[in-house]
Every structure is written in C-alpha cells, then in structure tokens.
C-alpha cells in the first residue's frame, strides 16, 4: 500500500468524445496473442498507418523484455540458470529502442491453440503478476494506437477531435496543476462546451479518486 | 450539512438502475464495469434529489457487490505476499461506470458516458459523440452520472463501530481460555508446569494479536473474498466484507 502511494505523484483526469463506448476488457491471452504476432510484415499486412509502426513495434519489444527480466528473476518459475548468459547478451540489445533487437530469435512461448505444449507454456507465462501488470499497460498503449490508426486512416477526421483526448488535467502533489489541449479544440465552434465538460469530469474525478483511495485505506490500512 | 434521505421509491428505483455486469473467462466470471441505466423519468429524479441534497443509500446488496468489485481491482499484492499466494488471478485496473440512456420505452439503451477510475490516479472519462452534440441533455446526463458515481465511491469505505473490536478481543480470548483449559485437563503435568505454560500462551498470544494474528486474519479474508470462500454470491460477499470491518475495528 505504501509502496502505491509512494508511486502516485499525481491525478490526471483526461475526457475524451468518442464515436462509440466499448468496453476495454484485459483477457490476458487475447492481449498477448495480440502483442506477440507484431512484426513489420503483420503491420503492412494489417494496413496499420505506417507512421505508428515504430510505437507498435516497441510494444512488441517491450513484451520479449519483460520476459526475458523474468528468465532472469530468481523469485520467479521461469527462471533457468542455463540461459542465465545467453539471456543478458539479448537484454543489452532488447534495452535499446533502436530496431536491433527485430533480428534477435525470440524466446516467447507462440500463442497457437492447437499446439498443447506451447499453449501450455503460455499458460504458465500467464500466471506470473509481473507479466500480466506489464501486459495491462501495453494493452493500454496499443489501444491508444488502434483509436488513433483508425484517425490517421480517415483524412477527414484528422482535424476533428472525435476519437481523441481532447483535454488532460494533471493535479500534482507538488501542487502544480498541469492542463493539456489538444490542438483540434482551439477550432472547434462549441469548444466552450468541451471545455466546461472537462471541468467538470476535473472537479468530480477528483472527489471520486479520493473515495477509491479511502476505501483502500479502509481495506488495507494496518 | 444534514443530508436527507431518499423517498424509498426513488432509492429503490435508483438501486435498480445499477448494474454490475460481468462475464465469463475461462470459466470464472470477471465483472468489467458497473452500469446505470438512465431514461428521461430517472433522469428528472435524480435531478429533484440533488436540488433537495438527498443522498442515495444504497441497497445492501449492491453495496456488498459493488465493495466486492472495488476490491478485485485494488492492488494487493502486499497482502498476496503475507500468504505467499502470488498467483491470484484478479487483476488490478480501472473501476469503469458506464451510463446507458433510453432516449423512449422503444428505444435501445446506448451507452453514452464513461469513467474509468483508476486507483493509482488515472482518471478517464469518455463522451459519445451523439450526447456531445446534445448539450443540453449532454450536462443534464454527465451531472447525474458523476453524482451517482460519487455517491457509490462515498459509501464503499468499510465502516466500522467501537464494539467491533471489543468482539473480536473477546472472542480472541474465549479462544486461548480454551487452550489453556484444554492445556490444564489434557496435558498430564504438575501444577507448576500447567501454570507456566497457560502463562506464557496468554503472554503470546496478547503480544502477536495486533501485529501479527489480526494481519494474518485480515489477509486471509480478503483472498476468501477475491478467489476463495466468500468469493461468489451477494450473501457470502456480505458476510466476508462484515468479517473485515470487525478485524480492520482492531487497527
């Protein structure tokens, strides 16, 4: 708990107008069957903007990442003394941005259902926290890709803030109080209702975060 | 500030119009959001309470549910450690509320509106675009559905009240009265030898209740209420949650 709190610097409240609500549910194996067939070949194929290739393929990277730290991880039931060495050679080049990291082989377990041993590693993969908390925010990145893809895919829109945040508050604990914009609302005509709905979403979303932090307090408190 | 209650028909059409939705993964059910299903008539209502400051209590189910949703997604690792079980299956992410409108009774509901609240700090809200372009209804729906959230958010926080921990410290030594009655007829020692060891059980256990049982307790119960005993059903939820607020009463 401390640790969490430790970790929270600020609230940030972002309000977005969205051609539909869905609903973002994490099922672990979709997410990482998704992430683990990444690969320039899947992008060209999938007809992704080729401006976003780069921020897709580092999702990719940072999923080999996370499991190559958890070959290596002593605490974890994944960790093999064997490939101790082999492993930190490839973290060095997995640690950098750069595309070198595209020609090393991977060592992910392949997501394939009819294929009982490699369906069963992935399992066991699944069944490590460290994995899944990583999987949680590269689902959230990748989602945040998708939604502007399908932007960057209509022209018409690109200008438009449909599909976008629009507006992000950060309230910090320094007591500094950060706005963004997106530049698409200074051209909006009813931008002083956007504006007043974020304000809102500002004023309330913050009241709401302390009653979830209350009510942790309340369960964990020692 | 006195806050007045509900009128019981509005609470409990309020109470009705919350849903928690879940389905099934892997054969477990996962709730991924709680939704409010607005139609013009609530809508109205919930507007006369807020102009009179009512606050909506919420139903003892829905509270136990809700309670029970917060908690899977709060993250617990901590208490996963005390029991060394590291591999539970709950995940911690956004609580997500998500507005529904019945614009008339042969219309569909639409989800409008959506808040994701993340309990490390992020907070996202989402608007569709044909509310947006509504502003009228657009300020009349995000103000009901902000004040319902809050309202929920308010009244998660486990109470607890002062005899809760004096019924556990009873019950706790109704326990080691027994022990130590179990230590005096079974064991075959002397006089002397009975005595010391009651002693230094009563000793023990006064210096491990607060730091050491009560945690251990408390973690217990709460991997019961995410994957074990009082994971399933409103009834078992409102029980493990009860157990809680009497062990939290002993902080």
């Given at each position: ?222 | ?200 059980l009563i000793m023990l256990a006064k210096l491990s209740f607060k730091p050491f049982i009560i945690p251990k307790l408390k973690a217990g119960i709460t991997y019961h209420l995410l994957d074990g005993l009082f994971a399933k059903g409103s009834n ?16």
């Open positions: 708990m401390n640790h969490l709190l430790e970790n929270i610097t600020a609230v940030e409240i972002s309000t977005a107008i969205v051609d539909e609500i869905v609903d973002e549910i994490f099922i672990p194996w979709e997410v990482y069957q998704a992430i683990y067939y990444l690969s320039r070949s899947h992008l060209s194929h999938s007809g992704v903007h080729p401006t976003l290739w780069s921020r897709y393929l580092q999702l990719r990277r940072q999923l080999e990442l996370a499991f190559c730290l958890l070959l290596l991880d002593t605490d974890s039931s994944l960790y093999n003394r064997h490939l101790v060495e082999e492993v930190k050679r490839d973290l060095t080049i997995l640690s950098q941005r750069n595309g070198s990291w595209e020609t090393i082989a991977t060592r992910l377990p392949e997501p394939i259902p009819d294929r009982r041993q490699s369906m069963s590693k992935v399992n066991k993969l699944l069944q490590e926290r460290q994995l899944i908390n990583v999987l949680q925010q590269l689902n959230k990145q990748k989602i945040a890709l998708d939604r502007r893809d399908r932007v960057l895919q209509n022209a018409d829109r690109q200008h438009n803030i449909i599909d976008t945040t629009y507006a992000q508050t950060s309230l910090q604990l320094n007591g500094k109080i950060v706005n963004r914009y997106s530049q698409a609302i200074l051209e909006c005509s009813d931008r002083q209702v956007l504006l007043q709905l974020h304000e809102q979403s500002t004023n309330t979303g913050e009241q709401q975060w302390r009653s979830l932090v209350k009510f942790m307090l309340s369960v964990i408190s020692r | 500030m006195n806050h007045q209650p509900l009128p019981q028909t509005f609470a409990q059409r309020l109470n009705e119009s919350i849903q928690i939705e879940s389905l099934k993964i892997n054969r477990r059910p996962i709730v991924y959001r709680v939704s409010f299903c607005f139609d013009p008539q609530l809508l109205a209502e919930i507007e006369q309470i807020k102009a009179i400051d009512a606050k909506l209590k919420l139903s003892s189910k829905n509270l136990a549910n809700l309670r029970h949703y917060a908690l899977k997604n709060l993250p617990l690792a901590a208490i996963y450690d005390d029991l060394g079980r590291h591999k539970s299956n709950h995940n911690n992410s956004a609580l997500t509320f998500t507005t529904q409108y019945i614009a008339a009774p042969d219309r569909p509901a639409i989800a409008v509106l959506r808040s994701a609240i993340d309990p490390e700090g992020k907070i996202s809200q989402q608007v569709r675009q044909d509310l947006y372009q509504d502003t009228l209804l657009l300020t009349r729906i995000s103000q009901a559905h902000h004040w319902l959230v809050l309202e929920i958010l308010t009244q998660l926080p486990l109470k607890t009240k002062a005899w809760y921990s004096s019924l556990v410290c009873v019950c706790f030594f109704i326990g080691v009265a027994i022990a130590c009655s179990l230590v005096w007829y079974l064991i075959p020692l002397t006089y002397l030898f009975k005595i010391v060891i009651c002693l230094c078992k939820k409102k029980i493990g949650l009860k157990i809680l607020s009497f062990l939290i009463a002993c902080n």
